[in-house]
């Protein structure tokens, strides 16, 4: 019972996550007076203690920024601090940039959000970050895929890095103003912050969206489609989210058709894209379709997956089938594992070592 107790509260606190209880079979065969723990004492684990933040010295960035970029990640989603965010953004009014977990922060659909930056973002979102004097940094972790190179990522920019986790907070790109804390409960003391500061007049941002507007314009994301050809994963993506009007509850699998359904799939709402990222999780998108088609009985749930990804789960029809799911997966099937072959492309001189897939099962 104290072990169990203590796994759920290390679950619970600081950074949510999983925790791993390992209990041996003679254990699970004995027979224990059950006794409650009313405490939990672990040594060693301390969850942030909410200090005095520099909640003034934020909101002094944010004043005299002239080319700010506010950065959102999954810890938006954790913290369900969605209405937080929309408010701090539309305060500040600043470009808005996502990680793929932190899509759904703020609604793509709106003027102000470029969308996904880094590797596999927009032109234009990672123009907008590298040319930044500011990053103000909400629930995200600086990961590889959207910073690149550290010593070359922007370059100009000073950064406030507002997380639940004291462990990330400069360990990639060193935060001039750090703010440790859960999102839900201390952002809105910043947005009032930055009001106050914002009291003799608000900064002139006109001149960094003029130039944010034309590297939208200029470098699009854009696809080809030829009337006679084969479908290009873009275009299904996009007619999809055209023809639902994007409304449904999208999740994917993990490789290049998770970048085109993250790049194309816009959101407007929380909690509309559910992916796996970190981890490189193939066989993602038709369990967690299942998951989600039960949790929410009356939304419709679409899955986009890769024909690499969708073999790694395949066997999780025959749930989906005994519990009469009306799920839909729409798998883009290239006969390769898509993203792998891509590198092997770029980097390999296209020497296709274990990418090539058949087309047996025929899906």
């Not at 914002?198 to 854009?222: I, M, N, Q, T, Y």
């Not at 993506?237 to 409304?247: A, F, L, M, S, V």
């Not at 490789?255 to 085109?260: A, K, P």
Request: glycine share 10%.
């Amino acid at each position: 019972p104290r072990v169990m107790k203590e796994a759920f509260y290390i679950a619970r606190t600081g950074r949510p996550g999983p925790v791993l209880v390992d209990i041996p079979k003679d254990v699970l065969n004995t027979e224990i007076e059950f006794e409650y723990p009313e405490t939990v004492d672990i040594p060693g684990y301390h969850p942030p203690s909410s200090g005095e933040p520099r909640l003034k010295d934020a909101a002094a960035l944010v004043r005299s920024a002239t080319r700010p970029v506010i950065y959102l990640g999954g810890g938006v989603r954790t913290a369900s601090a969605h209405a937080e965010v929309m408010q701090f953004c539309e305060l500040v009014g600043a470009p808005v940039i996502t990680t793929v977990h932190g899509k759904g922060s703020f609604p793509e659909t709106n003027r102000q959000c470029l969308g996904m930056f880094g590797m596999h973002g927009a032109k234009y979102a990672n123009y907008a970050i590298q040319a930044s004097d500011l990053i103000v940094a909400l629930g995200a972790r600086f990961d590889d895929r959207v910073t690149g190179k550290l010593s070359t990522f922007a370059p100009e920019a000073k950064v406030v890095h507002l997380d639940v986790d004291p462990a990330e907070i400069s360990k990639l790109v060193t935060a001039t103003v750090p703010l440790v804390g859960d999102l839900k409960r201390l952002l809105p003391q910043l947005t009032e912050e930055v009001r106050r500061a914002f009291a003799g007049g608000k900064p002139d941002l006109s001149a960094w969206w003029r130039k944010v507007d034309e590297w939208r314009e200029k470098f699009p994301l854009k696809y080809h489609q030829d009337p006679d050809g084969p479908l290009q994963a873009q275009y299904v993506i996009d007619r999809i989210w055209q023809k639902t009007g994007g409304k449904p509850v999208v999740t994917t699998g993990v490789g290049e058709h998770q970048m085109f359904a993250a790049q194309w799939w816009k959101t407007s709402e929380p909690r509309q894209f559910i992916t796996s990222g970190g981890l490189g999780t193939m066989g993602f998108c038709l369990p967690s379709a299942i998951g989600i088609q039960l949790g929410r009985p009356d939304a419709t749930v679409i899955g986009f997956d890769g024909d690499g990804s969708f073999q790694m789960t395949l066997q999780d029809l025959a749930t989906a089938v005994d519990l009469k799911l009306p799920i839909k997966i729409f798998i883009l099937n290239n006969l390769f594992l898509g993203m792998v072959r891509q590198w092997q492309e770029l980097f390999y001189e296209e020497r296709f070592a274990a990418t090539p897939l058949s087309d047996r099962p025929d899906l």
